[in-house]
């Protein structure tokens, strides 16, 4: 914020080649925009500390986005999954080998909106959270090259053996973000993009074998209930349509 005058400073925007989509816009706002193929514009938002009891409750607000954001954008339709993500949650306060989980299970059971939702629901707790597509390993490095170019510990156009020291030794020294790698294959693509320290890391998967890295946590197709209460809400009406 600008000393003394009460206003927010502006985002800061950084152009990055290369890389995958981002959130563009003032987070919160509908002018927001989630871009799905090269990274036009990382939003660097101003440092805001959440207010007293937000962070313990994990509440979301527009103004306490992290500074670096990619998460995709929030599914309006989310439904239920409430104390599995608490779980998820309480399991990554705990820390040693559990602030790395692995969310597993088949196709179509909705680990990547629950990945995404508990990146926007405990979004004021975190400085920085970062979504990496994983399904192609050898795309990683690109990713974590453009969060380097966000927190700006790394040029344009370094390899990749200098980005993932550089960027993992960054991550290291901080100790509230968030990193997300969705729909990984293989531990062997992730495992060396993993900082330790003391941030969180998410994992979806429909693969097993993550004993070594992760803490599994198995992802289960939505109870009656809240297949019933997405079916009836706003997020529902694609599918009546369908019939």
Known sequence: MSGGTGAE????????????????????????????????????????????????????????????????????????RGDLLAAVR?????????VVQALHGMGGVGKTQLAAEYAHRFAGTYDLAWWVNSEQGRLIGDQFAA??????????????????????????????????????????????WLPGGGGHVLITTRASGWAEVAVAVEVDVLARAESVAMFAGPGGRAYRGRR
């Open 90 to 98: 309480e399991r990554l306060l705990a820390g040693d080998r559990a």
């Open 147 to 192: 969060l380097g170019v966000a927190l700006g510990c790394v040029q344009p156009g370094a390899g990749v053996e200098v980005v993932r020291a550089v960027v993992l030794a960054e991550l290291r020294e901080r100790g509230r973000w968030l990193l997300v790698f969705d729909n990984a294959e293989n531990p062997a693509d992730v495992t060396p």
């Open 9 to 80: 400073d502006p985002p800061t925007r950084i152009e990055v080649p290369g890389g995958q989509g981002v959130q563009v816009g003032d987070h919160g706002t509908q002018e927001n925009k989630y871009i799905q193929t090269n990274i036009e514009t990382v939003v660097i938002h101003p440092s805001r500390l959440p207010a007293a009891g937000q962070a313990a409750a994990g509440l979301w607000l527009p103004d306490s986005a992290p500074r670096a954001w990619n998460i995709p954008a929030r599914n309006p339709g989310f439904t239920g």
